[in-house]
């Protein structure tokens, strides 16, 4: 392995071989924040930071991607787009999230339908609608009768569902101008990015899971009533609330600082280096 990867985990869930894995031990002054600054100066290629709870853990992270590291990390938020918000509401100034972020991805996992009492059936053809789908098309859903197999759950088995957005020049502008969430969502559904509910449906339609799966994950009812916008989902996670944004247009607010950060990371540079 020629790339040095290193973690920093509470707690370690799977020990792997070749990588080396940081425990954070508060009490032994072990935190986040400071695992990473040790584990900054063996400069790493690559850095998994278990969970990015709080401002400094953040900004570390933010440093460690501008200065050439490849950075994974995790955070609490109802989707993909809200990741963007949630940090500038941490305290990370726009302008390094607009620069250190390439990705984000979020996922939820879904039970998988029974294998062994899997079934078809034919979907109400207002529910098709709400969907979008053709109710003349024979569109099947699926569902576990419950057997012996997944104790009568109908259920067996779990699968992620995930939305992946990938920053592009004018998510990095909206997030510049401190755009909340749904604005963030829109843009990059214009631009391709495939959301959650579309995953879910899919492997709806692929009779991997139900639909009450669907809609238990992703927080789109399945009544018959007209089709509603999704709204937050509880799944009993810790999950935040979206920050707040004064509102001004997009436009004056969007200068990309270059100066701002390369000021930053010379900053960090001489920092590393002390
Ligand atoms: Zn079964």
Redesign the pocket.
Known sequence: MDKNIITVEDPVEYRLRLIRQVQVNARAGVTFANGLRAILRQDPDIIMIGEIRDVETAEIAVQAALTGHFVFSTLHTNDAAGAIPRLIHMGVEPFLVASALEGIMAQRLARK??????ESYDPEPLLLENFHLDPAAGIKFWR?????????????GRVAVMELVAMTPALRRLTLSKAPGDEIKEQARAEGAVFMEDDALEKVLAGVTSIEEMSRITGIKVDLAPAAPAEPVETGEPLLAPAAFEESPADERAVLAEKDVEEYQEKITHWLSR
């Not at 339908?113 to 899997?118: M, T």
Request: aromatic residues 6%.
């Open positions: 339908i029974c294998p062994q009492c899997r576990g009768r419950g057997c012996e197999h997944c104790r009568g759950t109908g259920y067996k």
